[in-house]
């Protein structure tokens, strides 16, 4: 989630200056989250992605209920969750250099289609009552290889949207949509659950896809510049050089991995929370699931709120929240405490994540965007999967509530190192050159 910085280059925005000025003086109160609706193109893309999020947190909530139900098992829990993330932490990097050499919109086309199809198969199998657990484990192994090349083109494609001078307020407001789709899809999907069963989530998943490929279907936008492409193994080579060459990218890169790694990672134990620590059900799953996501639906706002100048260390103090807050999470055995808790937590990690990526987006040269961005991918979801395998399997053997403290307490310990790195190499954000 990016700062606006004056000398980011990128294509103008769908509407000409005089039309951008007449809307000013139209509309000079309206808040700078709302101006972002202006651009044509931003608002098909808002509509669609705000329907289609929606059906895939239904799917993100329902796939983990449906393989607890089938194995009572927290170590295929983690398997689970593993595969559908770990194709990002590998394959990530080949879609940010994608993301710099094609046209962003036809691509988002092809994944989304694709997308579709996963969770079609997923709804048929589950309807029919013919699905297994390792049918649901491969399929959402191909989830995470088509996010690995959707994620940084549908990120670098919100510049071309909007243009630069509405960049940072666009970002703002896309991490404001996925996460009100956080809070609606699981509380659909909790409720579908016990009704019907997790096969109406699925499908409503799949149907939900025709809202963005109809949104990216009457997009128009400037075409971008040529660039030269180079082998692909090179150009990821290159973009690897280019983020651990730049302190500032650096240790943001690796703070936000870490914490990913210990501590977001819990998501993947909700339904052994909702029925081994709090007794409940599928509801209860939703119930939780709501409340981190409005939890990091307030986190979106506060990224908005956050100057460039409170940047430096807003990344550490978020960091040091979400420990904090997943320590007392592990030891609630409420739900109403639980749901509670879990909006400072969720808040926290949103804004672990919104601030590091503002930060990156600020200092990385704009050729480099797409593998920059892949790179923050592969930090922030791609570290996911590793530590929801180990923590499945350290919750199998000493408890859920011991697991999740213990990566909690590592996050804390992670931002104290950042810290004290930062004050020693005093650091501070700056922007990259103009083209």
Avoid at 104 to 123: D, E, G, H, N, Y
Avoid at 315 to 336: C, D, E, Q, R
Wanted: proline share 4%; hydrophobic share 50%.
């Amino acid at each position: 989630m990016s700062v606006e910085p004056d000398n980011i280059i990128g294509t103008p925005p769908d509407e000409p200056p005089a039309e951008q000025e007449l809307a000013e003086l139209v509309h000079p109160r309206r808040s700078g989250l709302l101006k972002v609706f202006r651009h044509r193109n931003y608002r098909l893309f808002f509509t669609g992605q705000l329907i289609s999020l929606m059906g895939s947190w239904m799917q993100n909530t329902a796939q983990p209920w449906l393989v607890y139900s089938l194995t009572h098992s927290t170590v295929l829990l983690g398997v689970t969750s593993f595969c559908s993330t770990v194709p990002v932490f590998l394959m990530t990097p080949f879609g940010g250099m994608v993301a710099d050499r094609v046209d962003r919109r036809k691509f988002l086309l092809v994944t989304q289609s694709a997308a579709m199809l996963q969770a079609a198969i997923l709804a048929a199998l589950t309807l029919s009552g013919m699905v297994q657990v390792w049918e649901i484990i491969c399929l959402a192994l191909t989830m995470g290889l088509i996010n690995s090349f959707d994620i940084p083109s549908r990120q670098s494609m919100t510049l071309d949207m909007v243009g630069r001078d509405d960049l940072r307020h666009a970002i703002s407001l896309n991490s404001m949509m996925f996460n009100l789709a956080r809070i609606v899809g699981p509380t659909i999907a909790g409720a579908l659950i016990a009704l019907v069963g997790e096969g109406i989530c699925f499908a409503l998943n799949a149907v939900s896809f025709g809202a963005v490929l109809v949104s990216l279907l009457l997009m128009k936008l400037a075409p971008r510049a040529p660039r030269v492409s180079q082998r692909a193994l090179r150009e990821i080579a290159d973009g690897y050089r280019y983020s651990f060459r730049s302190p500032q990218i650096r240790v943001s890169l690796i703070l936000v991995a870490v914490s990913s790694m210990f501590g977001a990672a819990y998501v993947s134990m909700m339904p052994a929370v909702a029925r081994d620590l709090l007794h409940g059900d599928a509801t209860s799953v939703g119930t939780l699931m709501s409340a981190a996501g409005g939890g990091a639906l307030i986190g979106a706002y506060l990224l908005s709120r956050i100057t460039e100048k409170q940047l430096v260390y807003a990344p550490v103090a978020a960091a040091i929240s979400f420990g904090t807050g997943l320590v007392l999470f592990a030891h609630s055995h409420w739900l109403w405490l639980s749901a509670f808790l879990l909006l400072p937590t969720s808040a926290s990690l949103m804004l672990l994540g919104g601030t590091t990526n503002t930060i990156i987006q600020i200092v990385a040269h704009e050729r480099f965007r797409g593998r920059v961005i892949s790179h923050y991918t592969q930090s922030f979801m791609g570290m996911m999967p590793w530590g929801a395998l180990l923590l499945g399997t350290l919750a199998s053997r000493i408890g859920v509530t011991n697991a999740i403290s213990i990566g909690g307490a590592i996050v804390i310990a992670s931002a104290a190192a950042a810290f004290y790195s930062r004050r020693r190499a005093g650091f501070t954000i700056q922007h990259a050159p103009a083209e």
